[in-house]
């Protein structure tokens, strides 16, 4: 089985690194190959996605992605940006269902901005469609307003649409979901208003029928972000669109307070997927050797598990990192008084050492 | 000078009125004409903006709004539902700028799901966009998709869009209330991923250089639902568009723990101006003469000070709501053990009593 490795930019090359060694330790052993992307894609072939390398994230069973984006790229075009990077391989791959866990780990409870009580056993999952919504919608771009109070005058359009098969696929993965958890799925939209969210409510209620043992509920957007600030526990599955899922998902991970342990996978429909830490490249802490791993081996804890069907190589690193948390071992980004500050190669020779 | 009072459903009637009780306390005489509006207005005249409450909104000098929505009007088609009546009014009256403050009380920092220290002294202003956007763009609806990879399945769309004017008019909007406050002023965006917001980011550089005592800065959405969470002490003024300004102002309420506290106001060019609580209708405890009426009451201050130019009122006001917080009164959605517990007439009469 083979991995495409696309550490990226920023801190992604440190945090890959780690994860790396961590996936070298198992006893089964994978082939893994390299390859630019983002900015460093830029910099090597004048493309964030450079052909070669989304012709081996095709070819690989895997990919384990670190980070893309720096400041230094803000001037360039948008289509030579390093978010582009990400944007096209969810779209080339055809990775539709983004998992984002939020966790509130019991030894990082203090690390959140929100009391204890509101967040200590945090445990909700977040399932963002990644395909469609107005991220890729066509048509889109500039042009005189057509009609309107402001006729003529220079305008930036995009479309929202979401087809019917597009909902039914996403809902039959977060359904899925729901099952092997809480049994509560909450769909988000914004049906009081969009045509879109309509029909993404009106294909879940349909959908539900196949599975009368998930509780489905609906949300609006603007009330799931009060209710997620207010009371997190009270969720158990989100599943949503690709933009409001691209806000909420970012909030629920910082309620934890600890987005620095949080992976996430974006999966095809055979579970082939991408694997990314929550995070972005942070160029401010870049090359210091002080970045947290710990979301990035996770990450590839959940690739074992969803892609490369290794799910008890997953439970080891899981566990390991767990007593990595018990030995009292921290990053900067979640150190507390009394904890035993490392860097990222140490922590990653901590989750090795406790593997 | 004329107010238009719309009540509109649920806890609406009970909140609008504690607020009439206290205008009509003042030196100044309004003259007020009731009307009804979202279920109400269905329910009296088949349509939840009837023309005659239109025509009342657009003659009157300022409206002050309840709240709208009940669930048993949930299966009503959605040109029916209460909601199309606040929509209704944004648009007929063109109120495109609509200022939501978060404001952390200090006698009311405990109520916040946030640490005391996240949160205490928090004071942030969000501009939002009200006529624009996704909300209001043509052309939308259900259709066979037209392209794509599924192309002739069901599917419904709606239509992203700024124009140049129609940014520049809030940008200005926002960069005056950030010149009145701490002259910081954050724009939120997607703009990595979407035209409309790449326009909008382009024409507030643009209108930045009219302000040059206010600095401006950039945050992608998801970015900002972050920080809101982490250091929303961080920000001072958030301009954003229509959809994104629904998220974030809804979540920067909900971070106060206080969102019965809350008022805001949605003007027009000529500061003509809708006033309503942050807060929803709460069908749940309509009736029950429990909502807290202090959203509303503060409502009709920014009401004095932005549309009817009663400044000295609207402090006066204000500080009378200070005073009954001081003394401890408290409704049931911010009450504390050892506080004064009232209903909502009582913390109207409070509320009189400290004027
Ligand atoms: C980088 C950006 C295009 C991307 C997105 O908006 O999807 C990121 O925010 C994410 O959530 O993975
Ligand atoms: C009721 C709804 C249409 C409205 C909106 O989305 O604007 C509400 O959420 C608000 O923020 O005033």
Redo the contacts between chains.
């Keep these: 089985m083979k991995i495409a490795v696309l550490p990226g930019d920023g801190i992604g090359k440190e945090i890959v690194k780690e994860a790396i060694k961590v996936l070298n330790a198992l006893d089964e052993k994978f082939e893994m190959e390299e390859a630019p992307v983002g900015g460093a894609g830029y910099e090597a072939k004048g493309h964030p996605l450079p052909d070669s390398t989304l012709a081996l994230a095709k070819e690989a069973d895997a990919i384990l992605f670190g980070a893309v984006g720096d400041w230094k790229y803000d001037s360039l075009e948008?289509a030579l940006?390093p978010?582009q990077a990400i944007?096209g391989l969810r779209k080339h791959l055809q990775l539709f269902a983004n998992f984002r866990p939020a966790i509130c780990y019991p030894q990082l409870t203090g690390a959140s901005?929100?009391?204890p009580e509101?967040v200590s056993g945090l445990d909700i999952l977040i399932v963002r469609e990644l395909n469609g919504d107005?991220?890729f919608?066509?048509p889109?771009?500039?042009r005189k307003?057509p009609?309107?109070p402001?006729e003529g005058?220079?305008?930036?359009?995009?479309?929202?649409?979401?087809?019917?098969?597009?909902v039914q696929r996403i809902a039959h993965v977060a359904f899925q979901a729901a099952q092997k958890r809480g049994k509560r799925l909450t769909s988000v939209d914004?049906a009081?208003?969009?045509?879109?969210?309509?029909?993404?409510k009106d294909v879940m209620i349909d959908v539900a029928k196949q599975y009368p043992d998930v509780e489905l509920s609906h949300m609006y957007?603007?009330?799931a972000?009060?209710q997620?600030?207010?009371?997190p526990k009270s969720f158990d599955v989100i599943v949503t669109g690709n933009?409001?899922g691209?806000?909420?998902?970012?909030?629920a991970?910082?309620?934890t307070?600890s987005?620095g342990m949080l992976p996430s996978a974006s999966l095809d429909k055979n579970n082939k997927g991408l694997y990314e830490p929550s995070h972005g490249s942070a160029p401010d802490i870049a090359g210091k050797g002080i970045a947290n791993p710990l979301a990035t081996i996770l990450s590839a804890a959940m690739m074992l598990r969803y892609s490369l069907n290794k799910a008890e190589q997953a439970e080891r690193i899981e566990k390991a990192v767990q007593k990595v948390l018990e030995a009292g071992y921290r990053t900067g980004d979640i150190a507390t008084p009394g904890c035993r500050q490392v860097g990222t190669a140490e922590m990653g020779d901590a989750v090795l050492a406790a593997l």
């Design positions: 948008r940006r978010e944007l901005s929100l009391k509101i107005v991220y919608g066509t889109r771009g500039n307003a009609d309107g402001f005058a220079r305008e930036g359009f995009d479309t929202m649409r979401y087809s019917e098969p597009e914004k009081n208003v969009l045509e879109t969210s309509q029909l993404w957007v603007d009330n972000a009060m997620l600030v207010k009371a933009l409001f691209d806000i909420l998902s970012d909030q991970a910082m309620l307070g987005i």
